[in-house]
């Protein structure tokens, strides 16, 4: 219980650190905005919102411009299940993205962040 406690409360402070330090957009040309959107409609990130991973994950996707869907995967979320069932196991950040009909499930916030400035940057 105490474990919890210290660790939602480190959570806030990361959290707000985060928003008080956010990183500014990739400025683009309003068609390769919209091209990126049309590429950003095939991903999807499952996080937890006080994750320190995750919150490195989000702040690469502010600092891209990277507008994706963002999913809770907190406890009695459905978005759990779906990335327990899709992906194998419960960790987060997981990207899921969806090439030629099948699901690829990438772990790692390096990994995630590494691929989306590779493919974005």
């Known amino acids: 219980m105490l474990l919890k406690m210290l660790r939602n409360g480190l959570g806030s402070i990361v959290v707000f650190i985060d928003w008080i330090t956010r990183p500014s957009k990739l400025e683009r040309t309003p068609e390769q905005q919209l091209l ?56 987060v950040p997981c990207l899921r993205l969806q090439q030629d009909g099948k699901d690829v499930w990438m772990y790692e916030s390096a990994d995630i962040i590494n691929y989306l400035e590779q493919r974005f940057g």
Request: glycine share 8%; hydrophobic share 35%; charged share 25%.
């Open 36 to 91: 990126v959107e049309k590429q950003l409609k095939d991903m999807t990130l499952y996080q937890l919102y006080a994750c320190p991973f995750c919150i490195k994950t989000r702040r690469a996707l502010r600092r891209l411009n990277l507008p994706m869907e963002i999913r809770s995967v907190s406890v009695g979320s459905p978005y759990r299940e779906e990335l327990q069932a899709g992906g194998g196991q419960v960790q």
